[in-house]
């Protein structure tokens, strides 16, 4: 098991009355991309406020990188984008990250290497107030990768991209963990955490749910079998081969199987004279299983 590089313990923040992030403990491992996953207004933003150390916890405490939240050395090592990234327009897009970089006592070069590994060196000299949507938040992980940082935190870095954009923001998230970063991402986006996180923290209304990997929260796969008649089809599946069997919408059956006993099923329902139409492996989306474990959380309270 790869080394932790942020661990929670029961992290709380209140905001008077109000409890914005409530007892939080997460486990973020180095050289994974760990999908911080969450309604708007679920606690993310200001769970990663608190692991930057822009925002001090009412109780619990935090380690990133085997240090305290905004300790010096710390921040050294870690490249963040919250919320909307903010540059001067006038500027262009390399100037904007040697600003930055200057600020940091890092040389010019380093604008230069951070823009080519968001893809986007053939634009440096174009001012940020003529870049796309996409350009401008690709601009602010190139922001976040100054200096090379062991951890990036993202805060919903494909948030207003088009499905286009999207996908671009997935292959250079993969790539920079491929390089060996380890990236923490918060997304309301569940198609998104699906096909780009290796493990998911799950929160509602401020409350860490579950954590664990996107395949177990998903769950086993299944066979959807559609075969006439239904009633005998359901009948040879369960006593013949003794596989549970439940109806599936529209007037199909489904087997709790593994996908790989297909062959088996099929021959099994044929031989019985059954008329096989379709049978075809299923399993349950991100989608469905963090309504099933959200419906019972309330409404959102936090921001």
Excluded: W
Excluded at 101 to 124: F, I, K, M, N, S
């Amino acid at each position: 098991m790869q080394e932790p590089v942020v661990v929670t313990e029961r992290l709380t923040k209140r905001y008077g009355h109000q409890v914005a992030v409530d007892a939080v403990s997460l486990t973020v491992r180095r050289g994974e991309i760990y999908g911080f996953l969450g309604p708007n207004g679920a606690g993310k933003t200001t769970t990663l406020r608190m692991l930057l150390g822009l925002v001090r916890p009412t109780r619990g405490r935090a380690r990133v990188l085997g240090g305290r939240p905004g300790e010096r050395s710390v921040l050294r090592r870690v490249g963040a984008l919250v919320e909307d990234p903010g540059f001067y327009p006038y500027l262009s897009g390399r100037d904007n990250l040697r600003v930055l970089a200057r600020y940091r006592r890092l040389p010019d070069t380093v604008a230069d290497q951070a823009l080519e590994q968001v893809d986007l060196g053939g634009r440096g000299r174009d001012r940020f107030r003529s870049y796309s949507l996409g350009m401008k938040q690709r601009l602010g992980v190139a922001a976040a990768l100054l200096g090379e940082p062991d951890l990036l935190i993202l805060d919903e870095p494909t948030n207003g991209l088009d499905p286009a954009g999207m996908a671009d923001m997935r292959r250079l998230v993969r790539r920079l963990t491929d390089q060996g970063q380890t990236v923490l991402l918060s997304s309301h986006l569940l198609g998104e955490v699906q096909q780009i996180c290796d493990r998911v923290g799950v929160i509602a209304a401020g409350r860490l749910l579950t954590e664990s990997t996107v395949a177990d929260l998903r769950g086993t796969r299944t066979l959807v079998v559609r075969a006439e008649p239904v009633a005998r089809a359901g009948e040879v599946i369960e006593i013949g081969l003794g596989l549970p069997v439940r109806p599936f919408d529209g007037g199909g059956l489904q087997v709790d199987a593994d996908p790989d006993r297909t062959p088996e099923v099929v021959r099994t329902l044929v031989t019985a004279g059954v008329d096989v139409h379709e049978v075809r492996p299923s399993e349950r989306t991100l989608e469905e299983a963090f309504f099933a474990m959200t419906e019972d959380n309330g409404p959102e309270e936090t921001t």
